[in-house]
């Protein structure tokens, strides 16, 4: 089933269909969204835009995870990926990224730079 995606944010997209295992990586990327976008260094015009832009990407992660579009191990780099951003380690998050970025980039490439320009916004921010 083809999909248009184009104009969905993460805003946009409900999650009563993912399964409660992947519920709490949603809650987790949309806290590292909320952290970035309401940053000081985040209010120039052009971050403003990227900070669009990646509403929109993460947004189509989320319609992948809810309508269940994400392979089982992508899934499971992402709550590697979301622990470690739980525990407040950026590095670990990076490499779980460039992981996704080095063995998944087909299925992934829609949201992947999206997540890459959030980790590193999160790691200027300190």
């Known amino acids: 089933m083809a999909v248009n995606l184009t104009v969905t944010n993460q805003d946009a997209v409900l999650d009563q269909q ?3 295992q992947v519920k709490p990586l949603l809650d987790s990327l949309r806290t ?3 952290t970035c976008v309401g940053a000081p260094q985040m209010q120039a015009p052009n971050k403003k835009r990227e900070m669009d832009d990646n509403s929109k990407k993460m947004g189509q992660l989320f319609w992948k ?3 269940g579009d994400v392979s089982e191990g992508v899934v499971q780099k992402l709550m590697q990926l979301k622990q470690a951003l739980d525990q407040g380690d950026l590095n670990k998050a990076s490499s779980v990224q460039v992981s996704l970025t080095t063995s998944d980039w087909d299925e992934c490439s829609s949201w992947l730079t999206a997540l890459k320009r959030l980790i590193k916004a999160r790691q200027m921010l300190g």
Do not use: I, T
């Open 18 to 20: 993912v399964s409660p």
């Open 32 to 34: 590292l969204y909320q």
């Open 65 to 67: 995870l809810n309508a």
